[in-house]
């Protein structure tokens, strides 16, 4: 792949998976079509279907562009921990049941090299009734932070600065590493070149399930942040909801919101958050003024 660290085009691609078995292989091929220079920093957590194995065997065969390990925990602990393993000046995300255009890193790229912080495109793939429907956008100092963390890529000097993903985060760690870039200056400048192919969930009961547990993250931001209700452009979002299944959606994420409310009173996140240890290391080693 002609990669080079000291370069200042080289990307790091990291990925986090845990059984993924169905996904990754796709996936890691569509990565070896990608612009050079890059290197692939990819983090199982323990995965129990093969995963792990199919990983390995795509490594034995790109051993120069491959770094696995695996470490348990949630998808913050795990992409903090691909950062802190990864060589480039950028890092690039996506997840395990994705797959990228082949001009998707180049696109990253170009981006890149004016503004800290890129969020791809993000095309569904799977049942078209899930796909249709729209993120709930939430906006800071005119930025959409809701951008996910399939398809988004930060130098990596300001996601150190950031101490990375919060790893007590349920789902949306992505939406507040997002609000904090934004609250220190950065602008998330969207590039919709950059596309990469997501898998939805399979049947109604996981889509349901992603929207309570996406509901019970929207809350842990209000601890985390305050009152962000300021923050959506409600009429935009009842706007949007145009089908059943939106509010149903709605619903979920509701019932999500208000367990948190009911069960997290002992673990809010009003109080600093912990610094995943290699996150940490990697800080301290940082060139000096990069992070």
């Not at 990754?24 to 920093?41: H, K």
Request: positive net charge.
């Amino acid at each position: 792949m002609g990669s080079s660290p000291d370069s200042p085009a080289f990307v790091s691609i990291v990925i986090t998976v845990r059984n993924e078995a169905r996904h990754v292989g796709r996936l890691l091929e569509s990565l070896l079509v990608q612009e050079p220079p890059f290197e692939i920093v990819l983090v199982d957590a323990f995965s129990r279907d093969g995963t792990w194995e199919l990983v390995e065997a795509f490594g034995k065969s790109h051993p120069d562009l491959l770094r696995a390990v695996q470490k348990s925990g949630s998808r913050g602990i795990g992409r903090n921990v691909g950062v802190a393993k990864a060589r480039g000046a950028a890092v690039a995300f996506i997840d395990g049941d994705c797959v990228a255009d082949s001009g998707w890193l180049q696109k990253m790229r170009e981006g890149l090299a004016q503004h800290e912080v890129i969020a791809g495109q993000t095309v569904p793939l799977g049942q078209p009734q899930y796909g249709r429907l729209e993120r709930v956008e939430l906006f800071r100092k005119e930025s959409d932070v809701t951008y996910p963390s399939c398809n988004l890529a930060y130098r990596r000097d300001l996601f150190l600065r950031l101490n990375g993903f919060d790893p007590r985060f349920i789902t949306a760690e992505d939406i507040d590493l997002n609000l904090r870039a934004v609250d220190a200056g950065a602008t998330i400048q969207y590039e919709p070149g950059a596309t990469v192919y997501h898998a939805m969930r399979s049947t109604f009961v996981r889509f349901l399930y992603q929207a309570f547990w996406n509901g019970y993250g929207r809350k842990q931001l209000t601890e985390k942040h305050g009152r962000l209700w300021g923050d959506y452009r409600l009429r935009r979002l009842i706007s949007n909801q145009r089908s059943v299944i939106a509010w149903v959606r709605i619903v979920a994420a509701l019932a999500g919101y208000g367990s948190r409310v009911a069960t997290g009173a002992g673990e809010r996140l009003d109080r600093p958050a912990p610094t995943t240890p290699e996150l940490r290391e990697a800080a301290a080693s940082a060139p000096t003024g990069a992070a």
